[in-house]
């Protein structure tokens, strides 16, 4: 299945607005109006990530939560907070929860924040898939874009690592552009710790 902002809201005014603004950013998403509805919709090849009230009729987000991680769930999970819910949403954040944001919120900074969850995942399944995949990755590589991708992993900049493979500050950002293209990451930390099972 392709990635999906879950909304879990007990409110269908929140769920429809949330929604339309999700989906108006290219953001898939479906909507449960319970942590149970969502609960027996869940399944451990779901991927995307979740955005989950706190408070709730019945189940609520943090025992949701807990219940997503007892059975091994990685979804990045995004809780939507009124005022005085802060202190439970930072004690998730301790447990593992991707972020807490306040209603009412700034609806562009809570998309921009489910973006940055999408992308998470996708990152996480693709080091959780295995060496296997960062092998095949690692094989679409030329051997100068792995001498670059080396240097970049030793922490260098592009002028030392420049200087050291003898070639223009201008030749190193275009490998460095296209390893990053075609590792499938933005920056050089994401590249350690795609790496990282790896090595």
Same mark, same amino acid.
């Given at each position: 299945m392709? =990635? *999906?902002?879950?909304?879990v809201?007990d409110?269908?005014a &929140? !769920?429809? #607005?949330l /929604?339309w +603004?999700?989906e108006? !950013?290219?953001?898939?998403c479906? #909507?449960? =109006? #319970?942590?149970?509805d969502? +609960?027996?919709a869940?399944n =451990?090849? +779901?991927? /995307?990530?979740v955005v989950?009230?706190i408070?709730m009729d019945g189940?609520?987000? $943090?025992e949701? @939560?807990?219940t997503?991680?007892e *059975?091994g769930?990685?979804?990045p999970? &995004?809780?939507l907070?009124?005022h005085?819910?802060? $202190?439970m949403a930072v004690a998730? +954040?301790?447990?593992g929860?991707?972020?807490?944001?306040?209603k009412?919120?700034?609806?562009?900074?809570? %998309?921009?924040? %489910?973006i940055?969850a999408?992308?998470?995942?996708?990152?996480q !399944?693709?080091?959780?898939s /295995?060496?296997?995949t %960062?092998?095949?990755?690692?094989d679409?590589l030329?051997?100068r874009e792995?001498?670059?991708?080396d240097? &970049?992993?030793?922490?260098?900049l592009?002028?030392v690592i420049?200087?050291e493979?003898?070639?223009s500050?201008?030749? %190193?950002?275009? *490998?460095?552009?296209?390893? @990053?293209e075609?590792? /499938?990451?933005r920056t050089?930390v994401?590249?350690?710790q795609?790496l990282a099972?790896k090595r």
């Amino acid at each position: 299945m392709s =990635p *999906h902002a879950y909304l879990v809201d007990d409110d269908e005014a &929140i !769920r429809d #607005s949330l /929604g339309w +603004l999700l989906e108006s !950013r290219g953001v898939a998403c479906l #909507s449960y =109006p #319970s942590a149970e509805d969502f +609960l027996a919709a869940w399944n =451990p090849s +779901l991927t /995307g990530c979740v955005v989950l009230d706190i408070r709730m009729d019945g189940m609520s987000g $943090p025992e949701l @939560f807990a219940t997503l991680c007892e *059975h091994g769930s990685k979804l990045p999970v &995004i809780f939507l907070t009124g005022h005085g819910d802060v $202190p439970m949403a930072v004690a998730a +954040l301790k447990q593992g929860a991707f972020d807490f944001v306040e209603k009412p919120c700034n609806d562009n900074e809570l %998309v921009n924040r %489910v973006i940055e969850a999408l992308k998470l995942d996708e990152t996480q !399944r693709l080091a959780a898939s /295995g060496a296997d995949t %960062v092998n095949a990755l690692t094989d679409r590589l030329t051997t100068r874009e792995r001498q670059v991708m080396d240097l &970049i992993l030793a922490g260098k900049l592009n002028k030392v690592i420049a200087d050291e493979l003898q070639i223009s500050m201008r030749t %190193v950002e275009v *490998h460095r552009a296209n390893l @990053f293209e075609k590792m /499938g990451v933005r920056t050089a930390v994401e590249l350690a710790q795609l790496l990282a099972g790896k090595r």
